[in-house]
């Protein structure tokens, strides 16, 4: 793996370094952790990387790493940068033979999003998203579960996504979170809908198995002198007719990092905290059981995807490593020309596509005072 962003003062550069290499699965051998070269330098030093594979830019760094020995060069890049720094190390990686693994949104637009996978569908290159929530167990039991009808007929989702670490102006106390994520220019057109809203989204559509088809949305930005929403609510149709909720915000005070999912079907229904990952609610009017990772006879996905024997907790980087570790394997079976196991999935370009898209239409919805609901058009 080489690495473009994720320096010494980033925070969730490490993270991916840390799942990444959970499984020994994947090598860190290179990268250009920062725009400044003297950042990137100390951050290289400091993860023992050799010097001549810290590079000073990421153009620099896929043309060198392109030069050196297929047995020796990096095989794909993860991209921890900010949004508007997505697309152009991905199309020019893609477009010189290397596989890619990018944090969400995908790109700073949905143009750019399709044009990303035009040029993945060209190339045949292995492209992730870590839309890390999806690698969680529970998670996948969760749509196990439905696909296998245990549900019945899905009618209803609730997703929420409450956070309350911008509850102030943090921007401008130096925070570089807050001061990127605030910022139209680097982090595109929305705010808190764009960086934990498509979470919110993406999790919705992969436990369900249905596509989002229209939605009513109403985005706000509380914090005075603030250019992007921090607060969204946004009512979902799907396109096989269940109903959905979902809000998000930042400015949730005193909110850490709750993500959660309700799930109702004709049968039963699901719930799955983000905070308590290891447990999975299953309700029906006659009962509610707790459904919990190595307990009982639960699904093979699920079971691909748990390391530790039951009531050991696994938790935030594990979900990350599963994605690292899946995205892995389909880069070997590429390179053996083989393909792909799909019990060891992850979020790939079109998921990023999907995300871009909703962006846009939560966007759209809110400023139309007219229309109550407006089409999601991909």
């Known amino acids: 793996m080489g690495q473009i962003g994720g320096s010494l003062d980033a925070f969730i550069g490490a993270v ?4 990444a290499t959970l499984d020994n699965e994947i090598e860190l051998v290179c990268g250009v952790f920062s725009q ?11 993860l023992y990387l050799p010097d001549d594979r810290v590079y000073t830019s990421f153009e620099e760094m896929i043309q060198r790493e392109k030069e050196l020995p297929e047995d020796v060069r990096m095989d794909f890049v993860s991209i921890v940068t900010p949004n508007h720094m997505h697309f152009p190390p991905a199309k020019l990686a893609l477009e010189n033979g290397f596989h890619v693994i990018c944090d969400k949104p995908m790109t700073l637009n949905l143009q ?5 996978a035009a040029i993945v569908e060209q190339t045949g290159l292995v492209f992730g998203l870590t839309h890390n929530y999806t690698g969680y167990p529970m ?3 969760a749509r196990d579960m439905v696909r296998n009808g245990k549900l019945g007929k899905i009618r209803k989702v609730v997703v929420e996504y409450p956070q309350g670490w911008l509850s102030k102006a943090e921007e401008h106390n130096d925070y570089k979170q807050a001061i990127w994520r605030t910022d139209p220019a680097r982090s595109g057109a929305a705010g808190a809908i764009g960086d934990i809203g498509t979470h919110a989204e993406n999790l919705a559509e992969y436990i369900i198995g249905m596509h989002i088809s229209e939605l009513c949305a109403d985005l706000t930005h509380f ?4 250019q992007l929403d921090d607060d969204a609510n946004v009512l979902l149709r799907f396109d096989a007719g269940a109903k959905g909720v979902l809000q998000v915000s930042q400015v949730a005070n005193g909110e850490e990092n709750s993500l959660k999912i309700y799930v109702w079907g004709e049968l039963g229904g699901l719930e799955w905290h983000q905070m308590e990952p290891n447990t999975l609610h299953y309700k029906t009017q006659e009962s509610h059981r707790l459904l919990r990772p190595n307990v009982g006879e639960l699904s093979a996905s699920a079971k691909a995807h748990w390391r530790l024997p039951a009531g050991h907790p ?8 599963n994605i690292y570790r899946n995205f892995a394997f389909a880069v070997k079976a590429h390179m053996a020309g083989k393909p792909a196991d799909p019990l060891y999935d992850f979020p790939g370009v079109h998921d990023g596509v999907r995300g871009l ?6 966007i759209a919805s809110s400023q139309d005072e007219q229309t109550k609901w407006t089409k999601f058009v991909q």
């Open 16 to 19: 991916h370094r840390r799942a």
């Open 36 to 46: 400044s070269p003297e950042k990137s330098k100390a951050t290289g030093k400091a």
């Open 112 to 116: 750019q999003a399709k044009d990303l």
């Open 139 to 141: 998670v996948k039991e």
């Open 223 to 226: 914090v005075p002198g603030r």
């Open 314 to 321: 696994e938790g935030f980087f594990e979900a990350f490593a």
């Open 357 to 362: 898209a909703f962006i846009d239409t939560v």
